[in-house]
């Protein structure tokens, strides 16, 4: 096809296309809490995963390699004070630069804390079991009452008129008990505050890295939106001296609307996104803009250590050796259950057929002959095995997961690394080399433009799997905790043993 004159074609020649700065960041996993959850989840904190993490945040100008914590190594709480202190009373501000302005990770975070209402049922459990702990260890409430016998005997009021008090002395140390096994469910309950916290914030970090992969994908759209109109200028401005024909003409008004159609689609996924991420922070956001770098650290994690690390920090692993040791203290309590309560009652009144006042007092126990609970120690018994099982069973689910996250993890960071040192350069190379040749007179317009639409395919292709590789790094970083709107599920197990009004 001939070729337009340079002279008529220099205004219109697209740029280079490059796939941007490479800035370090690391993952944010063992961020500060806000005040109100402190209080509620603190001693879990200060012993479950989210203390330290794989890739702890460094400032953005420096490089920090994510480390390994081996089962050793000193346990740090989440966050100083008052780190945790500033998120309260900056939550105006957050809002603020929420609304109006581009969000930082650490803004979205802030938010997260703030206003996910997933997080606040976790608090409301941990209440919900220490109520239980605290009612369990109650003793029992004494009883009072009048007594009247004998009415109207040789024209009295009564042989005997008075009153009693009647106590119940619960013996075996099964109060005790019965407070401890709740003690160890709310343990139960932080761990699962602690991991509820790891699944908003890891959700909002997955999210956080999506929407700027979307960002980044329909910028790349709009480039080629750019360069379809200018083609088609140019193909019209051709037709019209005659180096085009009419069916170059019909060709460059497809690849338009082709491209229209996909810069569409890339914005219809942005808003997507977009909602996605609102969604877990738990506040309706407008449309806006995210600020920070898709681009991170590539050092390689080994699947041997992260797995020391997530079966030393689990909160899923914390809660079911909780749940197990309630389960092991409740076999302890039903054990103590047959040794008889002490009943004692106490009387006094007047005796008006004598004329004076009298007294007298009671005891007495349940004897434990046909009933002596057997049936149910047996069934704590039972539950007790159940939940033994249930931690290995947790530990293996762990490590499965942590496969399949580690697998996705491993091939996306091959691709970002291939894509970064060997494909974008050299597709961007042999693009200037094309662009260089039509400068010479030596090529065809649409070769050119065939080995840019070749190089902006590789730049989304390259954003996806930093998308993939940042989410994979997330899951694993982050205790394999990810969904943000997964409510916290409770601690009672099936079939366990609670009374009212007195829980056991």
Not at 79 to 97: H, R, V
Not at 233 to 247: D, H, K, L, P, Y
Not at 472 to 488: F, H, K, N, R, W
Request: charge should be neutral.
């Amino acid at each position: 096809m001939p070729r337009q004159g340079s002279s008529k074609r220099s205004s219109r020649i697209p740029g280079m296309l490059t796939h941007g700065a490479r800035v370090t960041t690391a993952a944010l996993i063992g961020d500060d809490l806000s005040a109100g959850l402190r209080a509620a989840i603190l001693p879990a904190a200060l012993v479950l995963g989210g203390c330290t993490s794989l890739g702890q945040s460094d400032s953005a100008n420096r490089t920090h390699r994510p480390t390994i914590l081996s089962s050793n190594q000193e346990i740090r709480p989440l966050s100083p004070p008052d780190e945790a202190n500033a998120l309260t009373t900056s939550s105006d501000e957050d809002l603020n630069q929420a609304l109006f302005g581009p969000l930082s990770l650490k803004t979205i975070e802030h938010l997260a804390r703030q206003h996910n209402p997933t997080l606040m049922q976790a608090v409301a459990l941990i209440e919900g079991e220490k109520g239980k702990a605290l009612q369990a260890g109650l003793w029992p409430n004494p009883l009072l009452g009048y007594l009247a016998d004998q009415l109207g005997q040789k024209g009295t009021a009564g042989e005997f008129q008075g009153g009693f008090i009647q106590q119940k002395f619960v013996t075996g140390g099964k109060l005790r008990l019965s407070q401890e096994k709740y003690q160890a469910r709310v343990s139960a309950s932080e761990a699962q505050a602690a991991a509820q916290i790891h699944l908003v914030l890891n959700g909002v970090r997955i999210h956080y890295y999506r929407t700027l992969g979307m960002q980044r994908r329909a910028a790349i759209q709009r480039e080629l939106l750019k360069t379809a109109e200018d083609n088609l200028v140019t193909a019209q401005e051709m037709f019209n001296i005659g180096q085009a024909n009419r069916a170059d003409l019909h060709h460059a008004r497809v690849v338009l609307e082709d491209q229209e159609l996909s810069t569409q689609m890339a914005d219809n996924k942005l808003r997507l996104q977009w909602e996605q991420l609102a969604t877990v922070i738990g506040l309706p956001l407008p449309s806006g803009q995210l600020i920070g770098e898709l681009e991170g650290d590539l050092h390689r994690l080994t699947f041997d250590d992260a797995l020391q690390h997530i079966l030393t920090h689990s909160p899923q692993l914390a809660e079911a050796k909780a749940l197990l040791k309630s389960d092991q203290i409740k076999v302890q309590r039903e054990l103590v259950e047959p040794i008889p309560n002490l009943f004692v009652r106490a009387d006094v009144g007047r005796n008006y057929t004598e004329s004076q006042t009298v007294g007298g007092i009671r005891a007495w126990i349940e004897v434990p002959i046909f009933d002596w609970n057997q049936g149910t120690v047996l069934q704590a018994k039972a539950d007790m095995r159940r939940q033994e099982h249930q931690v290995q069973l947790v530990e293996l689910q762990l490590r499965r997961s942590l496969a399949e996250q580690f697998q996705t993890y491993l091939t996306a960071l091959q691709h970002v690394r291939a894509y970064q040192t060997t494909v974008l350069p050299q597709a961007e190379a042999g693009y200037a080399a094309q662009l260089k040749s039509y400068h010479e007179d030596r090529l065809h317009w649409q070769d050119v433009l065939e080995a840019q639409r070749e190089l902006s395919n590789r730049r989304l292709i390259y954003v996806d799997h930093l998308m993939a590789w940042r989410a994979a790094q997330v899951a694993i970083e982050g205790l394999l905790l990810v969904d943000g709107l997964t409510a916290p599920g409770g601690v009672t197990p099936r079939g366990h043993i609670d009374a009212t009004p007195k829980p056991r």
